[in-house]
Every structure is written in structure tokens, then in C-alpha cells.
């Protein structure tokens, strides 16, 4: 009898962002329920619990060898705009509060501390995965700007941190180079683009495991309710209002879909490290640090797992209005994945 083939990568493609979503829950569970599987050393803790970051350096490599260089002002650009409303939002509202009413305030038990370093940076991987699926290729080389956020920089200037014009540019210039160098590659032989192309994908599904092999579900149950709140607050009030910012600035003839915009209405992975270290500069902030910390730790796992289903949702509204452009004035839809009229990846 003829073994039945099961569609694993069909099912996961019916879900929003599911190459990132899937593999992250099993990371998440993994490490949940059975976290000595993942520390049993060389390989396997190799790529299923430490690798994500090389991984995530992969998908950057392969995402910058498609970035053509005639498209290269459209990505800054696009990145500047997308920038701007992620970390204008994400710390407009923590900010407040602490000015209004001091560190020790919090809106529905979510502490200003923990609205800044949560909503004001953004999951660069996931980014790029969804600007992958619903964008174009100056939608993903945009990550090499939006990566300026990855960090308490932003927070800390608006802060008003003592020593914040110390900023250690080497630490932007690391994370762009994978993007430069694939882009420099890619220019120089459009075989070695093609080459790379499939690699955007099988990054995507592999980093997201280790990503979730960093987190458990007793982090969202220490943070309570308030966690869950702090993610959803990220989503709407820095997702929402870029991709309104993105759809205004950014011309239609120059985008596939205003709905990558909201792709940002997260929090990046290392934010949970945001806290500590602007209690370090400013000890005033530190009894707020742990409480904020763990707070921050569920909103990491909450827009993961709700960003894609917003950024679907964008997009199948303007596909219904006519308003999704196929043959943006970039040229730049040879990085994109196609996707048919429901949105699917193909």
C-alpha cells in the first residue's frame, strides 16, 4: 500500500505568515514542555536553540542579493517612512506616561518602561518575511533602515538619557553588512540573485524555531494579563498608524501594498533586553526593569503571532478595492513571493 502524502507546506502556507508563525509556536512549546530536548548539545542545540540569529543573518544575505541597485533609493526611502511611524508610536505613548505621571505609573498594569522598550522596536525577521510574501524587493531591502530600531537607542534619545549621543553605529553597520554584501552579489551576477532566492524562504522557516526556543509559556503567565495588553497595544498602536503613514507617503505606483507598512507592529526579540540596559544608564529606572522585562517577553510572542493576521488583513482589503498593485514603478517584483487572489503563497 502506497503511503498517503501529507500537505504539511500547504497547510502552513493557509496561515498568515505561517513559514514564521508554525515553526515559532513549536519553538515555543519545545522549550515549554520539553526544554532538555533542545540542550542536548553540537547540532541539534546548534540550529534548534541557538542558531537563530545565523539564520536570521541568512534571510538578510539572501533578502539584500535582491535588492537590484536601480531600486535601491525606493528601499531607503520606504524604510525611512516605516521607520519613522514604528518608533514615533512606540514611544510617544510610554514616554507620556512616565511624564505625566512618573516611572512608577501603568496603564492597565503595563509600566511606561515596558512601553517603550516593547513598542518601539520592531521583529526585523518577520518583517522581511512578510514584506517577502505581500511586497516587494524595496519593501525587504527597506529592513536595512527599519534595523536602526533593533535596540535602546531610539528609546533612550527619547528619552533624554545622559550619554545616549554615544551611539555605537559599528553595531548598525553589523547588521547591514549581510544585506550589502548579498546585494553587491546579486548585482554582479543575476544567477547568483536567482540562486539565492529560495534561500529567503527556508531561512525564514528554519530561524523561526530557535527564535521560539527562546521563549515559553510561563513567560506570558508571569506577565499576565498586563503582557497580553502591551502586545496588543504594540500591534494596533504602532502597526495600525504605519501602515496609514505608508500608504500615504509612499506613492502607489512605487508599491505593491500599503499593507507591509504594518508589518513592524511588533516587538523585536532582543527589545526584552531593552529594560536592563536603560536601567543601567539611568538607575532610576531599575526598580521598573524586571516587572517591565517580563511584560516585554509576552508582548514578543503576542506580535508574532498576531502581526501576520493584520498584515493579511490590510492586504485583503485593498485586494477587494483594486488597490493592490502588481507592477510597481521599481521593477522590484521579481523578490516577491506571488500570491494569488486569496492571498495564499503560490
Not at 514542555?33 to 546548534?46: D, V
Not at 540562486?195 to 529567503?200: A, D, E, H, V, W
Not at 498576531?306 to 493592490?324: A, Q
Request: charged share 10%.
Amino acid at each position: 500500500m502506497k503511503m498517503g502524502k501529507v500537505p504539511i507546506l500547504d497547510t502552513i502556507n493557509k496561515i498568515p505568515g505561517g513559514l514564521m508563525v508554525v515553526p515559532l509556536v513549536l519553538g515555543v512549546l519545545t522549550n515549554t514542555f520539553f526544554p532538555g530536548a533542545l540542550q542536548i548539545g553540537s547540532f541539534t542545540t546548534a540550529f534548534f536553540k541557538s542558531g537563530a540569529l545565523t539564520l536570521i543573518a541568512l534571510l538578510f544575505f539572501c533578502s539584500g542579493a535582491q535588492i537590484q541597485f536601480k531600486t535601491a533609493g525606493m528601499a531607503l526611502y520606504k524604510g525611512l517612512v516605516i521607520n519613522f511611524g514604528k518608533v514615533l508610536f512606540g514611544v510617544i505613548f510610554g514616554v507620556g506616561l512616565a511624564k505625566i505621571a512618573g516611572p512608577e505609573a501603568a496603564f492597565l498594569g503595563v509600566t511606561p518602561l515596558a512601553m517603550i522598550s516593547a513598542m518601539s522596536n520592531s521583529n526585523g525577521g518577520l518583517y522581511t518575511a512578510l514584506a517577502s510574501k505581500y511586497g516587494d524587493e524595496s519593501d525587504v531591502g527597506a529592513i536595512a533602515v527599519i534595523s536602526s530600531n533593533d535596540g535602546p537607542f531610539f528609546e533612550m534619545a527619547f528619552m533624554g538619557v545622559a550619554g545616549v549621543a554615544n551611539i555605537p553605529l559599528m553595531s548598525l553597520v553589523a547588521v547591514v553588512v549581510p544585506i550589502i554584501v548579498g546585494m553587491i552579489l546579486g548585482n554582479l551576477d543575476e544567477r547568483i540573485r536567482e540562486f539565492l532566492k529560495p534561500g529567503m524562504f527556508i531561512a525564514i522557516f528554519t530561524f523561526a524555531f530557535p527564535l521560539g526556543a527562546g521563549l515559553s509559556l510561563q513567560t506570558i503567565l508571569q506577565a499576565g494579563l498586563p503582557g497580553v495588553v502591551l502586545g496588543l497595544m504594540t500591534l494596533i498602536l504602532t502597526g495600525v498608524p504605519t501602515y496609514f503613514i505608508f500608504k500615504w507617503l509612499v506613492p502607489r505606483k512605487s508599491r505593491r501594498t500599503a499593507a507591509v507598512g504594518a508589518a513592524v507592529g511588533t516587538s523585536a526579540g532582543n527589545s526584552i533586553a531593552t529594560p536592563a540596559a536603560i536601567a543601567l544608564v539611568d538607575p532610576n529606572w531599575a526598580p521598573y526593569a524586571d516587572k517591565a522585562t517580563v511584560q516585554v517577553a509576552a508582548s514578543i510572542i503576542v506580535t508574532a503571532l498576531l502581526v501576520p493576521f493584520l498584515v493579511d488583513f490590510f492586504y485583503r482589503w485593498e485586494l477587494k478595492r483594486g488597490l493592490v498593485n502588481e507592477h510597481p514603478t521599481t521593477e522590484s517584483k521579481s523578490a516577491a513571493v506571488e500570491v494569488d487572489p486569496k492571498g495564499e503563497q503560490l
